[in-house]
Nanobody, 124 residues
Framework: QVQLVESGGGLVQAGGSLRLSCVAS????????MGWFRQVPGKEREFVSA????????YYTNSVKGRFTISRDNAKNTVYLQMNSLKPEDTAVYYC?????????????????WGQGTQVTVSS
């Protein structure tokens, strides 16, 4: 079992920045691919970003490339999502997720554990 706890969400003006953090507890953090998804009411959960187990490989959905940066610190069992140049369309609940294995995936069904989510609201 892996428990994930996100923090760092909030209200920010368009063009601003936020950094999300997700702390994992339980089984060995470095065995898991980590990812971030987001969801707005009435829509499916959407892939945002993922990072390989060692942090060397990162993946982003097109709409956040160049604005968001995912990173991880395996010594602290933590994954981060630095979000810059935020837009109103980034408003969503952001979820941290963990996948046991090597390959990051964009399908939410391929992930094994989820956090409770943190709200990000970007005002125009």
């Amino acid at each position: 079992q892996v428990q994930l706890v996100e923090s760092g969400g909030g209200l920010v003006q368009a063009g601003g920045s936020l950094r999300l953090s997700c702390v994992a507890s339980g089984q060995s953090f470095s065995n898991y691919v980590m990812g971030w998804f987001r969801q707005v009411p009435g829509k499916e959960r959407e892939f945002v970003s993922a990072i390989g187990r060692s942090g060397g490989n990162t993946y982003y959905t097109n709409s956040v490339k160049g604005r968001f940066t995912i990173s991880r610190d395996n010594a602290k069992n933590t994954v981060y999502l630095q979000m810059n140049s935020l837009k109103p369309e980034d408003t969503a609940v952001y979820y941290c997720t963990a996948r046991f294995g090597v390959t990051p995936r964009v399908e939410s069904s391929k992930y094994d554990y989820w956090g409770q989510g943190t709200q990000v609201t970007v005002s125009s």
